[in-house]
Nanobody, 123 residues
Framework: QVQLLESGGGLAQAGGSLSLSCAASGSTFSRYVMGWFRQAPGQEREFVAA????????YYKVPVKGRFTISRDNAKNTVYLQMNSLKPEDTAVYYC????????????????WGQGTQVSVSS
């Protein structure tokens, strides 16, 4: 059974930083694109960032580019999201996800999802 387990998150002040981790287990993820999504209350879930396991190419939603950094540790099957210069509008439940292509990832067509972790940013 494939599992994506997020950790991290919590509460931060505006301008602060938080870090999220996503540990993948149960399969070989080297062929998957890994990414992060977020869903704020009353809003649709949206793509945030993605990274290929091989090559390390990264992709970001425009509002987080330059503030968030996605990275991965292949040996640990873990993906990270470092969030700096946080804003109140970054408040959301953040989800880790895996998809076979970047195109499918950015459309939200993912094969696996984590359970989500709350990030709250106070002004």
């Amino acid at each position: 059974q494939v599992q994506l387990l997020e950790s991290g998150g919590g509460l931060a002040q505006a301008g602060g930083s938080l870090s999220l981790s996503c540990a993948a287990s149960g399969s070989t993820f080297s062929r998957y694109v890994m990414g992060w999504f977020r869903q704020a209350p009353g809003q649709e879930r949206e793509f945030v960032a993605a990274i290929r396991w091989s090559g390390g190419n990264t992709y970001y939603k425009v509002p987080v580019k330059g503030r968030f950094t996605i990275s991965r540790d292949n040996a640990k099957n873990t993906v990270y999201l470092q969030m700096n210069s946080l804003k109140p509008e970054d408040t959301a439940v953040y989800y880790c996800a895996a998809s076979l292509t970047i195109a499918r990832m950015t459309r939200g067509e993912c094969d696996y999802w984590g359970q989500g972790t709350q990030v709250s940013v106070s002004s």
